[in-house]
């Protein structure tokens, strides 16, 4: 590769005596090598060479790479045939960010074989079982940067490892592998996919959906609801955990979403429960504890929410409701099941922490004798 | 828990989604609904897989069926709750699940989330009756029932975006599913297997692949030109031998008259008895000039009719590449009767060459002159013949002999021809 180079560097240096022109042509993976031919001086050199392109990884490093080779990316092909990009150093391909010069070398010798027709496709397989064997974390880099090359053969490949490394493994495992943050221990323990056939709380927690579903059609009907972007609930479970229990929080939170929080907290205070369903429906990311901290506030809004009965079999009525409406339902619907996710962690946590209360009661299968057991001896 | 330290250390979370759904849906679906404990960001990431498959290894086994059962439609139930955004593929294939009432919520609810690919295997009991619902899937464009009943309400128009269609021991009126594949006008793979005596007409215009096998009445591919590859296994019960015995009409013209860019064509069982019935063709108008493999198993070589179709077939693909018989002659039958092999002489062209026939493969071959009769046709044509592999049948024990001498003195038109004789 070395002498090659060399070869690149002279033709710049002694233009003036060359007098066969150096011609490089291509389509997006057809490589016309081209002859050189040199005079006067060079004697009787006549190399044949391969045409490199420049390339510019982040960090701000040139190198140049064999053009069939590099060509096998979209990216960098889709840099060098529109843009006419990475010709010479000044005009060096950028790649994007996510690609350091360890990942870029590993996806040239990616490139390297699989661009070459005459393999087989037991010798590609195996090829590509041998590539794999890395750690997890060049893995993962690897993922990523063939990503956002637009390798789609190679992004498959370590994926498809990712996920036999996920495959099987508890998630204590799994964390261990990818250094993953353990945040959610209350929360696991609710884990509502675990098969629990007849948790009352579930079943609770089903009817409360089909609830809300139901306020939020009649709130459709009356007013217009933006719909809001989904915001990640990050906070830790601690902190959740200390509105309930009225502490201060110990976790590291940041101050502005406390702030929040507290105003929530007052504005609760002030308020009926009938008027929490609205707050609970106009701002459902900015509900993550305020609501919780008045536990009796709360079981007044799941008492109210319960007053009606719930509908179940909405199955067989929906079929003969007219396209045009069922189309705007179930984008609300839709719409709902979105918030009511991100309030997920919360429900279950006040969920639980009444059971918690409540577990000499008996439970009755009737819906709303349950929740009346829950709430009369919370009601002040 | 120091939050910031480990933040910096996460290899994974960070992965745009789409690959986080590749990874996901490389996993089975219960460690992909797992990974939602592992941290927060992970919470919902699984929830907007666009492919669920439900098999037995969504839960853990244990002895009770009923139990198992309830615990299976608790967690589909749960994960499909959970689920946001467009579902298109749904594939449930489990025997521990029988008919209940749960699957058909399940098929309403996705039936509003574009579902665009639905395979549903259920288990040994009730058959599983299609909801209505699943016929307003306007973007389907696969569709895979076993032992389900079907039956389209009647103002069904069809599936347009429907490329395959597979229907296994599904219960449906035979003009229901004629139906069915007419109004599917970008169908290009169909697969109907032990549905009950048919009596189909296809009509099918993008049809590529077609798949047969149960019993058939009656098949007529009346309008599928496109198509490149078929495979039947024809059984045949009394009933239906009366109805052949009766009929006149040619079959081999019925099945194979309008599929000019043929490539490949398999039959079992039955299949080739199923060519023979009816009037001879004679000359046929098409020439198989796409037709490179032949597979034609249990041909009986003792029917004239069927010997006929082998060679009818074989003469008209000049550029057949691969050619695969079975016998299932009786050799215990009568060697008393007459053998017609001026049969041969009389039927093939003279100037018949097999120009790239490569492989030959014959199996269960019990001497009969007939079968005999094709090797040496074949030796005797094919120039560029490289294989020919011949296993006798199992009964066989003093005819191997007899066998091997005839094969000997048969002249062949490749020199690079390998007669390899299977002993086993």
Not at chain 1, 129 to 134: D, G
Not at chain 2, 123 to 130: I, L, M, P
Not at chain 2, 361 to 373: L, N, Q
């Amino acid at each position: 590769m070395s002498e090659l180079n060399m070869a690149v560097i002279k033709p710049e240096e002694v233009i003036s005596h060359v007098t066969a022109s150096y011609r490089c042509s291509f389509s997006s993976h057809v490589l016309i090598v081209e002859c050189f031919v040199l005079e006067e001086g060079w004697g009787r050199v006549l190399e044949m060479m391969k045409s490199y392109i420049w390339i510019e990884t982040a960090d701000g490093s040139l190198q140049q790479v064999e053009q069939e080779v590099a060509m096998f990316c979209p990216f960098i092909c889709h840099e060098v045939i529109q843009k006419g990009m990475g010709s010479s150093k000044n005009h060096a391909i950028s790649l994007p960010q996510r690609v350091n010069p360890a990942m870029l070398s590993l996806m040239l010798d990616y490139c390297r074989f699989h661009q070459v027709p005459g393999h087989s496709n037991k010798e590609r397989k195996s090829f590509d079982e041998k590539f794999i064997r890395m750690d997890t974390k060049r893995l993962c880099e690897l993922t990523s940067a063939a990503d956002s090359l637009q390798l789609k053969p190679l992004v498959d490949l370590t994926s498809r490892a990712l996920a036999r490394i996920i495959e099987g493994k508890t998630p204590e495992e799994i964390r261990e592998i990818f250094h993953l943050p353990d945040d959610l221990t209350e929360e696991e323990k609710l884990e509502p996919l675990k098969n629990i056939t007849d948790d009352p709380r579930i079943r609770l927690l089903n009817r409360l959906y089909a609830k809300k579903r139901k306020e939020l059609k009649e709130r459709e009907r009356i007013k217009n609801v933006e719909a809001e972007e989904e915001r990640v609930d990050d906070r830790s479970v601690d902190d959740l955990l200390s509105f309930i229990n009225g502490e201060d929080s110990k976790g590291i939170k940041t101050s502005k979403n406390r702030k929040k929080n507290r105003r929530k907290k007052d504005q609760l205070k002030n308020t009926s429960p009938s008027e929490v369903i609205e707050i609970n429906e106009q701002e459902s990311n900015g509900l993550k504890g305020s609501d919780l901290g008045e536990t009796s506030e709360k079981q007044d809004v799941t008492d109210e929410m319960f007053a009606s009965k719930p509908e179940f079999d909405d199955g067989d009525v929906d079929d003969e409701i007219d396209p045009a409406l069922k189309e705007k339902i179930d984008r609300e619907v839709e719409d709902f099941a979105r918030r009511l996710n991100s309030d997920w962690p919360e429900r279950m946590q006040e969920i639980l922490s009444l059971g918690q209360d409540m577990k000499a009661l008996h439970h009755s299968s009737n819906g709303n004798g349950t929740i009346r057991k829950y709430t009369d001896p919370e009601q002040k | 828990m120091q939050m910031g330290d480990v933040a910096a250390l996460d290899l994974i979370s960070d992965l745009p989604q789409s690959i986080i759904e590749i990874i996901l849906t490389c996993l089975p679906i219960r460690d992909a609904v797992r990974t939602s404990i592992l941290s927060t960001k992970w919470r919902y990431r699984w929830a907007t897989l666009t492919e669920l498959v439900f098999d037995g290894t969504c839960v853990t086994l244990c002895n009770d069926r009923s139990l198992l059962e309830k615990s299976i439609v608790n967690f589909i139930t749960r994960a499909l709750f959970l689920h946001q955004g467009p579902i298109h593929k749904f594939k449930l294939s489990t025997t521990y699940l029988q008919c209940c009432p749960d699957i058909d919520q399940w098929l309403l609810f996705l039936s509003r989330n574009d579902l665009k690919e639905l395979i549903l295997e259920l288990g040994e009991g009730d058959w599983f009756r299609v909801p209505s619902c699943l016929f307003n899937c306007k973007k389907l464009t696969r569709l895979e029932l076993h032992r389900c009943e079907f039956d389209p309400a009647p103002n069904f128009k069809g599936f347009s975006s429907l490329r395959s269609l597979n229907l296994d021991q599904v219960l449906v009126a035979p003009d229901a599913i004629e139906c069915l594949i007419s109004s599917c006008p970008v169908l290009e793979s169909l697969s109907l297997t032990y549905s009950d005596s048919l009596d189909l007409n296809i009509n099918a215009p993008n049809l590529k692949y077609l798949y047969l096998e149960g019993e058939f009445k009656d098949v007529c591919l009346e309008n599928t030109p496109l198509l490149v590859e078929i495979s039947v296994a024809m059984y045949m019960t009394d009933d239906i031998a009366e109805h052949f015995e009766q009929s006149s009409s040619c079959n081999f013209i019925k099945f194979l008259g309008g599929v000019p860019l043929l490539n490949k064509l398999v039959g079992y069982i039955y299949f080739t008895k199923y060519l023979s019935i009816g009037d001879d063709p004679g000359r046929l108008p098409i020439t198989y000039s796409q037709l490179k493999i032949i597979e034609l198993h249990q041909v009986s070589f003792e029917d004239m009719k069927e010997i006929m179709v082998v060679i009818r077939l074989i003469t008209n693909s000049p550029n057949l590449t691969e050619l695969k018989v079975s016998g299932s002659s009786n050799s215990l039958a009568a060697t008393e009767e007459e053998y017609d092999l001026d049969l041969w002489e009389k039927e093939c062209p003279s100037d018949c060459s097999f120009n790239h026939l490569k492989f030959v493969k014959m199996t269960d071959i019990a001497g009969v002159p007939h079968e005999m009769e094709l090797i040496k046709f074949l030796l005797k044509n094919s120039l560029v013949l490289e294989t020919m592999s011949i296993t006798p049948c199992v009964f066989l024990k003093d005819r191997k002999l007899s066998m091997l001498i005839d094969l000997v003195r048969f002249r062949r038109a490749s020199d690079q021809a390998e007669i390899i004789f299977v002993q086993n």
